[in-house]
């Protein structure tokens, strides 16, 4: 009788490479639905409600332009729960975090006249900052959640502050999606180390969103991913993980410049 050996494997998780590969797809898909169909042909920055409804009317092709657009910002919105994950897991590992404040705030800077340019159409644009403004500010966030990390009403109060003030500071500052990436930067930093309630307590920060943005409902399926994370950094490319939010930004602001 031969003995049979098992193949049987155990199942890989998704590391960290693979978070930040699949966090700039639907990032790159929303940027393509708001910057080129929704803002360009569909023009929806300059139109009214009557208006776009008279469009679909007369015009066909209205109603699934508007349809991909949609789809397009639901998708978008599960880039946010993984980027703040990533940002959670990078405040923990780093051996400098004045240096990794500096990176994030420096990528906020490049940002910000290609996202003008893309979401706009113009270099300077003061309605509105990017998000990456609000990656700064979580940072800043999880720095003093640190300085008080015993458990008890004191620090539990003084967190209740810091937040806050993260808050108030997204608002001030206009960021785009700002506020959604406290919320989820706060419930993630709570499961840094519970990784069996991370996708509860991501559902719960993604229900909260709602609250600000309808289309953060769509961003509950990130957390099935975040849910398998192997804790396995992968292999990544420093220079693309800066470089690709502006590029894309300004790759995109270009060609709308054409349609």
Not at 105 to 118: D, F, H, Q, R, T
Not at 129 to 135: E, I, K, M, T
Not at 224 to 235: A, S, V
Request: proline share 3%; aromatic share 12%.
């Amino acid at each position: 009788m031969s003995l049979r050996l098992s193949t049987k494997r155990t199942p890989k998780g998704t590391d960290a490479a693979a978070i930040r590969k699949w966090g700039m797809i639907f990032l790159t898909i929303g940027i393509i639905g708001q910057c080129i169909l929704q803002n360009r042909l569909l023009n929806m920055n300059s139109v009214t409600g009557n208006e776009l409804l008279g469009a679909m009317e007369s015009d066909p092709m209205v109603m699934p332009l508007l349809t991909a657009a949609l789809i397009c910002k639901i998708i978008e919105t599960c880039a946010a729960p993984l980027f703040a994950f990533l940002l959670v897991e990078g405040f923990q590992r780093t051996r400098s975090f004045e240096k990794y404040l500096i990176r994030v705030g420096a990528v906020a800077l490049i940002s910000e006249l290609p996202y003008n340019l893309a979401y706009s159409g113009k270099l300077f644009e003061l309605s509105s900052r990017n998000p990456v403004f609000g990656l700064f500010i979580c940072m800043v966030m999880l720095y003093f959640y640190n300085r008080y990390p015993d458990k008890g009403m004191k620090n539990f109060a003084m967190k209740a502050l810091i937040t806050l003030a993260a808050f108030l500071w997204c608002l001030m500052l206009h960021i785009d999606q700002g506020i959604c990436l406290v919320v989820m930067v706060a419930m993630l930093w709570y499961a840094r180390s519970k990784s069996n309630e991370r996708a509860v307590l991501g559902f719960c920060s993604a229900m909260v969103c709602t609250l600000f943005d309808m289309y953060y409902i769509g961003s509950c399926m990130a957390f099935i991913m975040l849910h398998r994370y192997d804790e396995e950094r992968g292999e990544q490319n420093e220079k693309l993980n800066y470089a690709f939010y502006p590029v894309v930004l300004l790759t995109v602001g270009i060609i709308g410049l054409f349609i």
